[in-house]
């Protein structure tokens, strides 16, 4: 079975900068879809990141310019970079996979993706 496995979380000031990792395990030989959600308290979970086995990468509005997905497939890992981080990037930032070849676009949500970390806290203030 897949398992996620978050790192990198913590607290930055407004303007900071912040590194999530997430390590997979446990993947078949099938092409993933990968993908970093967040929560705030009280919100619906959204998709922030999103990258296909190629590379391809889809941004939500609210972080374009400021966040980079990467992925490194030697270590099976994906990254999120956030930079200028604001207040409101402050949530519970999850990793996520599925298996398919290309990832659906941001507005789909989490529609689809069958395995998920356990999150890591981002706090901004």
């Known amino acids: 079975d897949v398992q996620l496995v978050e790192s990198g979380g913590g607290s930055a000031q407004p303007g900071g900068s912040l590194r999530l990792s997430c390590a997979a395990s446990?993947?078949?030989?099938?092409?993933?879809?990968m993908a970093w959600f967040r929560q705030a308290p009280g919100e619906k979970r959204e998709a922030v990141a999103e990258?296909?086995?190629?590379?391809?990468?889809i941004y939500a509005d609210s972080v374009k310019g400021r966040f980079t997905i990467a992925q490194d497939n030697a270590k099976n890992s994906i990254y999120l970079e956030m930079t200028s981080l604001k207040t409101e990037d402050t949530a519970i930032y999850y990793c996520?996979?599925?298996?398919?070849?290309?990832?659906?676009?941001?507005?789909?949500?989490?529609?689809?993706?069958?395995?998920w970390g356990q999150g890591t806290q981002v706090t901004v203030s």
């Open positions: 446990g993947y078949s030989d099938s092409p993933y879809c």
């Open positions: 996520a996979a599925d298996a398919r070849s290309y990832c659906y676009p941001i507005r789909f949500g989490d529609y689809g993706f069958q395995h």
């Open positions: 990258i296909d086995a190629e590379g391809s990468t």
